[in-house]
């Protein structure tokens, strides 16, 4: 017959292997959650990407903004020729130094004020 000790370690045994089996459970939920919020990501920069290629084939303005913009940010060679960027990335102007307090502001653009 079985002691209070062996039925104690058998029962503890096998609530530690349903915590192994809950926490690989856990692990893999994890994992494809991480995986379809990378996919998901993916498909937003995709969807993102096709309209704005879309608008500048349209829009010389948005066009020219949209390259700027890429020109800016784009550094590996391979991901410039790919979007016909040419030559290194251009530094970002250098920052215009602050408005002098005699100044005028600018005027808001939000038709407010």
Same mark, same amino acid.
């Given at each position: 017959? =079985?002691?209070? %000790? ?37 498909? &937003? ?14 829009? /010389?303005?948005? &066009? ?11 550094? #590996?060679? &391979? ?12 530094? $970002? $102007? /250098?920052?215009?130094?602050? #408005? ?6 600018? $005027? %808001?653009? =939000?038709? =407010?004020?």
């Amino acid at each position: 017959m =079985s002691s209070p %000790d062996t039925l104690e370690s058998d029962r503890l045994k096998r609530l530690r292997q349903q915590q192994e089996a809950l926490a690989q459970k856990i692990r893999l939920e994890e994992s494809r959650l991480k995986e379809q919020a990378r996919k998901d990501e993916t498909r &937003r920069k995709i969807l993102a990407g096709a309209v704005a290629l879309d608008l500048a084939g349209r829009n /010389p303005q948005f &066009r020219a903004l949209l390259y700027e913009a890429l020109n800016l940010s784009i550094e #590996q060679e &391979r991901d410039r020729a790919l979007l016909g960027l040419t030559g290194p990335a251009t530094p $970002p $102007p /250098p920052a215009r130094a602050a #408005q002098s307090a005699d100044a005028k502001p600018l $005027p %808001d653009s =939000s038709g =407010s004020g």
